[in-house]
């Protein structure tokens, strides 16, 4: 098991530096990144079954000490991540193939090798035991992004970019300080060792580490009011970029602020964290209402989700943490399927902005399906898997008795849903703009291949909530083994 | 589940045209089945397991009050799809019939959960196939608007509905209807009356009525089928399947009551106001949900079985006089009281619909509305105290209403105003013959009453057992006192209702423009509140994540100990560290472009003597290198941008100056309180290094061996900055030189 726990981490990347090598032979990079995706897929498929049977599967890298090496974990929680995190872009990736080298698609020399490379970031991101290997992660995450962002060179990209890169620039150095704080104050980087000794420090120097953290890994996740890099640079991007990094990047963010947040016990931040949950939902929300195009809508769309997860973390207990574990399952897919029908409309319709675009409900009705679906889900209506999500969070809420977090969650259910009604109503009503003229496109072959990989993430979103039940008590168990950092600890040090 | 294959089926069907006939199917199906238990007293159940850690299931549960919804929600479902079959006449509906028809299968799960999830589940996809077919005419501005605030209205209810279902689960400790008991509490008080919110959005009560008659922009059969006969009826459903649980807590009947009748008496004021018959129609349903509304929550075995058979009453009668409107609107092409003439003559079979229709609607014998109406007042009689007087003032007055613009309705639509009588189209079979079918029931239910009586106790009594000496009298006797109330209502209304019928009043829509307005306000406030958050400038962006970060840093205050601080350990120490120190204000202070970049050299250089002087040689060769390739790569770099920053006004620069002194205080800070506390690994690295790193640089060590994945991930970094150079530079000149994107990045550095 552990020698497949290194393929997963080297492989895209080998796959990728053959990629940047091969020219103008394009075949060689499909088979490449399909091939290493795929593979990386099942890999995951098969530790998320071991991990569920036989327990947490522990990488020494070197097979050094826990105390000097590195070593790279996977428990529950990041198996579970990994596997829907792997199949997303394996889709986007197929998306892309049939996309490729439109004016919405990206340079497909760069972009499936760019895309393995985050792959790895992804992949090293979830695993890694160890906060400084999570830095090398974030870097590898965020200069492949950023150049993904940015290889078309259009004018509005480079700007975005540039908020983008230097924001999440500044985030790394504060990434750095922390590394350093935390090696003083604890004389180690491994996160098994840091959920022994994190604890035990003072108070003071206690919270400090983690709002210290919390301020890092919230400008990754883009909570409130570290966002302001999402919804600027996303939109710009080509179609599969931005489908890709909705769906994960921003949940790295999530996922580390999880695992390290309650590894290190710091259920004091809790208050603080409710409040800026509420706060990330409404802004990001209210963001969405005040868009006119379809993808500015979804974009901001991700940061009120993300106020979700934080809830669930923000309330420490096991109903709140397994919340958070299962939406951000739930919203990796969903999220990606909506980014996608968004590139779907831009290939058909030639723009994404509401006012240009109408009656597609009457002439796409396929389409129409694969936007409405995933729509209900993220605003959480029964019985798609954003309900399911969405109740798991209020129920933990109501339990734990917090109910300004509770109205809030709900309320802003309500304000998703009018933005989904505002595109829906722009996008698949009224009669479009006649007057502008869209030229009526010829479909390439490709087109089928992107509406086919659109449509079976949507079937895997759906799957997932008629699995709901299996997934809940696995996010359950996830969050029980976090919750009590004993499990962890014993498995990455003994 | 019918339902689902006859969905499938007719999106899957090749031609168009049969796409109705083949949707009736399946109510056809449920409606028969339905009607098979309404008999029989046996249960039947159904269960799904879906997440078993959070008690969510699929329920269901088909007593006999299941069984007399589901007929009322597929017997009329089987009528409309003949109706609508015979209303569009031709073109390709069968995107609409599928939708019409998950509505009908959503309907039906809703009557029949026995979960409170599956009912959510299934109340919010009413909502939303409700949502679609309001829009079906989705060129129209108007119908768009009016979808949007039904399901605005609806799905907030929904939500509201769900916040208490979740306390009420809470109080009751189970899911599951059937196995609830009664619950009184606070707790439940809360979620009683979250949960008539809910029911009153569903509804259309007060202040939630709003959306209904909006929701008459949607195609006749829909407005037939959701907004009259069935889906606004799921919250009288909801009221009744809560009263054996919330029923006892004290809010539940005093609130369900007021806003009930409120709802009655403001709905019929609206029906006798509005000049288009669809809108009369409309509002009239308002009106008659209220009634239910306050018969569903009084609670007394009476009330309950008076709400029972009015919801079954008014199913008959609403759908028969919507099809008739509508089969007049396609006809005519109008559904105006005022310019519609000579109908009376021109359409004599919707005349008669209305008639019958209409007489049961204003609970005159010998049609089945008479007796429900009846029950509805003798329970009010029953109620005693002042609140009893108060009930039944409300419910006389509502019903005289009710008579009132129904009479009006009748008289005004088949008036001849003079002149040319209205032009008609010929006669549709399919339009007409579900409506006449059902005004023909109106009689029949009521010649057949006691048979319905056998229907509509056993339903009640499911819901309040005391119900079940109540019967539906055909005659209850002249010494009955409602019956005279009764007879008063009828000539009370009529002689208004005649009055009313020669003064039509311009018509107005009052309220409904307060959702759209509260959705304009919420989209304008969220647009401000988007502009002052995401206003787009990056320095200002990254004062805000400063600000953080200092913020961050308050805690370690307090763990400073202030004893084990020292200056320095060397007085070289201090020399370079103020040259440090002074080179970073130089950096901050220099205009010129090329100046900055060299004193940023300085500061790199200081740091690597400090690095020397701490003993690491070998990390403070690798500064040095570093900071030549930058200072190198600025001066080449800036080669193509002005040669000095632009300036800044005072408070900006203040702005800046403040937050980059807090940020370097805030590290300070940290560094300097968790330094103290070192249980350093480095005796344990060093043993290490030598013995299995084989090397005596312990740098070297961990960057090629013990973290030599972090070194591979960092080369890779690089390789891939450096392609993302190359790409950027190449766009750049494939499109044409530089000038432009320069011009980009320089406003972007800004």
Partial sequence: MTALVGLLVVVPMLAAAVGFVAG???????????????????????????????????????????????????????????????????????????????????????????????????????????????????????????????????????????????????????????????????????????????????????WGIGLWFLVVFGTKAAIFPLFSWLPDSYPTAPTTITAVFAGLLTKVGVYVLIRFHVLTGMDDLGPLILT????????????????????????????????????????????????AIVFLVHHIPVKTVLFLVGGLIEEREGTSALDKIGGLAQRQPLLAVLFALPALSLAGIPP???????????????????????????????????????????????????????????????????????AVALIASLAIAASFGPLWDLGERAAADLLDSRAYIEAVVS | ????????????????????????????????????????????????????????????????????????????????????????????????????????????????????????????????????????????????????????????????????????????????????????????????????????????????????????????????????????????????????????????????????LLTMFWGAIGALRHADAKLVLAWGTVSQLGLMTAMMSLGSGKAIFAAVSLVVAHAVFKAALFMAVGEIDIRTGSRDLRSLSGLRASMPVAFWVMVFAGLSMAGVPPLLGFPAKEAAIEASLNESGASGDLILAGVTIGSVLTVAYTTRLVLALFSDKGGEPTEVAPFRWAAAAPSVLLSVLGVVGYVLAPSVTDWVVPAAATLETKSAGYALLRWPGLDSTAFWISMGIVAGGAIIGAAAARHSSPPETVGANNVDRLVDRTLDLAKWITGRVQHGSLPIYLVVMALAASLAVIPFLGSIDADQLHAWDRPLQAGMGTTVVAAAIAVAVIRSRIGAALALGVVGLGVSALFLIQGAPDLALTQLLVETVIVVGFVIGLGGLTTQFPANGFVWRSVRIGTAVLAGAAVTAALLASAENTPSNREALVA???????????????????????????????????????????????????????????????
């Fill in chain 2, 1 to 260: 589940m019918s339902h689902l294959v006859g969905v499938v089926a007719v999106l899957s069907l090749p031609n168009p045209r049969p796409a109705f006939v083949v949707a009736l199917a399946a109510p056809l199906v449920s409606a028969a089945w339905a009607a098979s238990k309404l008999s029989g007293g046996e249960v039947d159940t159904a269960r799904l397991d879906w997440v078993e850690g959070l008690d969510l299931a699929f329920s269901f549960r088909v007593g006999p009050l299941g069984a007399l919804l589901a007929v009322l929600v597929s017997g009329i479902g089987v009528l409309i799809f003949v109706y609508g079959h015979g209303y569009f006449g031709g073109g390709d509906r069968r995107g609409f019939a599928a939708t019409l028809l998950a509505f009908s299968g959503s309907m039906l799960g809703l009557v029949w959960a026995d979960d409170v999830w599956t009912l959510f589940l299934f109340w919010e996809a009413t909502s939303v196939t409700s949502f679609l077919l309001v829009g079906t005419k989705s060129t129209d501005s108007t119908a768009v608007t009016a979808a949007r605030r039904a399901l605005l209205v609806t799905v907030a209810g929904g939500l509201v509905l769900l916040a208490g279902l979740l306390v009420l689960v809470d109080v009751a400790g189970t899911a599951t209807l059937s196995e609830m008991g009664p619950v009184t509490g606070d707790q439940a008080t809360v979620a009683a009356v979250l949960v008539l919110v809910g029911a009153f959005t569903k509804s259309a009560q007060l202040p939630f009525h709003v959306w209904l008659p909006g929701a008459m922009a949607a195609p006749t059969p829909v407005s037939a089928y959701l907004h009259s006969a069935t889906m606004v009826k799921a919250g009288i459903v909801l009221i009744g399947v809560m009263h054996p649980v919330l029923g006892a807590v004290d809010i539940w009947s005093g609130l369900g009551v007021t806003v009930g």
């Fill in chain 1, 276 to 323: 800026l949950a509420g706060l990330t939902m409404v802004i990001g929300v209210a963001g969405a209402l005040a868009q006119d195009d379809v993808k500015r809508i979804l974009s901001f769309h991700i940061i009120s989700q993300i106020g979700y997860m934080l809830m669930g973390l923000g309330l420490f207990t096991l109903a709140g943490i397994a919340g």
């Fill in chain 1, 24 to 206: 103008e032979r394009q075949w060689v990079r499909d088979i490449l990144t399909v091939g290493s995706l795929a593979g990386a897929t099942a890999i995951a498929g098969i530790l998320l079954a071991h991990v569920e049977s036989e327990g947490t599967v522990v990488l020494r890298v070197g097979d050094w000490d826990p105390e000097l090496g590195i070593v790279l974990v996977v428990d529950l929680m990041a198996a579970l991540v990994l596997l829907v995190a792997m199949a997303t872009i394996l889709v986007v990736q197929l998306f892309a193939i049939g996309q490729r080298r439109t004016a919405w698609g990206a340079d497909p020399q760069l972009s499936g090798p760019l895309l393995l490379v985050l792959t790895s970031g992804v992949v090293l991101a979830f695993l890694t035991g160890d906060l400084f290997t999570l830095f090398v992660a974030f870097e590898l995450i965020l200069v492949s992004s950023y150049v993904l962002l940015t290889h078309q060179g259009r004018r509005g990209q480079i700007r975005s970019g540039m908020t983008y890169v230097a924001m999440n620039l500044f985030a790394s150095t504060l990434f750095l300080v922390g590394l350093a704080i935390v090696y003083a104050s604890t004389g180690t980087v491994n996160l098994a060792l840091l959920a022994e000794r994190i604890p035990e420090l003072d108070d003071p120097l206690r």
């Fill in chain 2, 688 to 750: 290490v290094a030598v013995d299995e790193g084989g090397g005596n640089n312990l740098v070297n060590v961990i960057l090629t061996d013990l973290r030599a994945l972090d070194t591979l991930g960092e080369v890779v970094v690089l390789v891939v900055a450096a392609m993302g150079v190359l790409a950027l530079s190449r766009a750049d000149t494939a499109r044409g030189g530089g000038a432009p994107l320069s011009d980009d990045v320089r406003k972007g550095r800004r």
């Fill in chain 1, 384 to 454: 798609f898997s954003g309900f399911v999500a969405k109740l798991a969070l209020v129920d933990a809420g109501i339990e734990k008795v917090v109910v300004p977090i509770v109205v809030i969650a709900l309320a802003n259910s309500v304000l998703t849903l009018v933005s989904m009604v505002k595109i829906w109503t722009g996008v698949f009503w009224g009669s479009g703009d006649d007057e502008s003229a869209t030229p009526i496109r010829i479909l390439r072959p490709g087109h089928r291949l992107m509406v086919g990989a659109t």
